[in-house]
């Protein structure tokens, strides 16, 4: 009597699991990129582990890491959602009015800025659908390589680009690091203002690790000016000047049209921040991301007026979120 041949079932969705969980060696981390919870991620690649048969994740101390036959199945995974990525493109023109899905990563200064007006131009196209997730810069980075986005939207300082072969960049706004303040304050009847100004004043400042820490610092090292916050992201920052907390040292694309504070340029300082477009080094065909992609880079020459800049050595990323 011949054995029955039991049939191996395996979502794309686990393999894509996988794969984020090996880029961040953390459940927690990857759970939060994918927008699920952590026992919901679990229960997945335990269901994907008694599929194939093997373990693929262990625990160790320092986080979650691969075993050597997750590690072994990595490259075949991550080809096998690349497949399904070029399979849906292809027939997206041919389907059943299902849309096209582009897939952005993007800091929280893209969101608020660049992102918004690209995507009211090419939404209105009923075969286009954008999934938008915000993150830090390496996180966005993290989320190009493992092909969980088509495209992403990081902030470097000049010079200064993913130390990766794994993707491309090209950027989009370079601009002066400048101070915004409460509506209101006595330094905004000013249309610039100096480091000097600034003293005695309380700043709201990024957490270490942050880009705009290290460059906050490097300004207020010049000043008397005394943190009174720590905070995460641009939008936190914002939300604290405009109840009068503080001030806080942002690049004039990282406040938008909408947020109450006001934004003055430093004419004694020389920081600058650029806006960063990254792609995969694995060119992809696609009308909706070729259109999406063109938007943003059409509105990043308009919005301020500020254009890329050109030239700089390239040195090792430090990347995050403004």
Same mark, same amino acid.
Request: charged content about 25%; overall charge positive; aromatic content about 2%.
């Given at each position: @009597?011949?054995?029955t041949?039991?049939m191996?079932? *395996?979502?794309?969705e686990?393999?894509?699991?996988?794969t984020?969980?090996?880029?961040?060696s953390?459940?927690?981390?990857a759970?939060?990129?994918?927008?699920?919870?952590?026992?919901?991620?679990?229960?997945?690649?335990?269901?994907?582990?008694?599929?194939?048969g !093997?373990?693929? /994740?262990?625990?160790?101390?320092?986080?979650?890491? /691969?075993?050597?036959?997750?590690?072994?199945?990595?490259?075949?995974?991550?080809? =096998?959602?690349?497949?399904?990525? #070029?399979?849906?493109?292809?027939?997206?023109?041919?389907?059943?009015?299902?849309?096209?899905?582009?897939? !952005?990563? $993007?800091?929280?200064?893209?969101?608020?800025?660049?992102?918004?007006?690209?995507?009211? #131009?090419?939404?209105?196209?009923?075969? /286009?659908?954008?999934? *938008?997730r915000?993150?830090?810069?390496? #996180?966005?980075?993290?989320?190009?390589?493992?092909?969980?986005?088509?495209?992403?939207?990081? *902030?470097?300082?000049?010079?200064?680009?993913?130390?990766?072969?794994? =993707? %491309?960049?090209?950027t989009?706004?370079?601009?002066?690091?400048?101070?915004?303040?409460? !509506?209101?304050? %006595?330094?905004?009847?000013?249309?610039?203002?100096?480091?000097?100004?600034?003293?005695?004043?309380?700043?709201?400042?990024?957490?270490?690790?942050?880009?705009?820490?290290?460059?906050?610092?490097? @300004?207020?090292?010049?000043?008397?000016?005394? $943190?009174?916050s720590?905070?995460?992201?641009?939008?936190?920052?914002?939300?604290?000047?405009? $109840?009068?907390?503080?001030m806080? +040292? *942002?690049?004039? +694309?990282? !406040?938008?049209?909408?947020?109450?504070?006001e934004?003055?340029? /430093?004419?004694?300082?020389?920081?600058?921040?650029?806006?960063?477009?990254?792609?995969?080094?694995?060119?992809?065909?696609?009308?909706?991301?070729?259109?999406?992609t063109?938007?943003?880079?059409?509105?990043?020459?308009?919005?301020?007026?500020?254009?890329?800049?050109?030239?700089?050595?390239?040195?090792?990323?430090?990347r995050?979120?403004?």
């Amino acid at each position: @009597m011949r054995g029955t041949r039991t049939m191996c079932v *395996v979502r794309t969705e686990q393999l894509r699991a996988l794969t984020v969980i090996a880029e961040t060696s953390s459940l927690r981390a990857a759970a939060a990129r994918l927008g699920i919870s952590q026992s919901s991620l679990s229960t997945s690649i335990q269901r994907l582990e008694a599929e194939l048969g !093997v373990t693929l /994740l262990g625990r160790t101390r320092t986080g979650t890491t /691969l075993t050597e036959a997750g590690r072994a199945a990595l490259a075949p995974i991550r080809d =096998v959602c690349r497949a399904e990525d #070029d399979l849906r493109r292809v027939l997206s023109e041919y389907g059943d009015g299902r849309p096209e899905l582009v897939r !952005v990563a $993007a800091v929280t200064s893209a969101v608020n800025t660049v992102l918004p007006v690209a995507l009211h #131009d090419v939404l209105d196209d009923a075969r /286009l659908e954008v999934q *938008v997730r915000i993150g830090g810069s390496d #996180d966005v980075i993290g989320q190009v390589l493992d092909d969980s986005a088509d495209l992403g939207l990081i *902030v470097c300082e000049p010079g200064v680009r993913p130390p990766t072969s794994g =993707v %491309r960049s090209e950027t989009l706004l370079s601009a002066r690091v400048g101070v915004a303040m409460p !509506v209101g304050h %006595r330094l905004a009847r000013a249309d610039s203002v100096t480091l000097g100004d600034l003293h005695g004043e309380r700043m709201i400042d990024f957490r270490a690790g942050y880009l705009m820490h290290q460059v906050g610092r490097r @300004m207020a090292a010049q000043t008397t000016a005394r $943190a009174v916050s720590h905070v995460e992201s641009t939008p936190e920052a914002v939300r604290l000047v405009s $109840a009068g907390v503080g001030m806080c +040292f *942002v690049p004039r +694309f990282s !406040v938008a049209a909408g947020d109450r504070v006001e934004w003055r340029e /430093l004419t004694d300082s020389a920081e600058r921040i650029d806006l960063v477009l990254v792609s995969p080094a694995r060119i992809r065909a696609s009308i909706g991301l070729g259109r999406l992609t063109d938007r943003i880079r059409w509105h990043s020459r308009r919005l301020h007026g500020v254009r890329p800049e050109t030239g700089g050595s390239a040195k090792t990323a430090v990347r995050d979120t403004v």
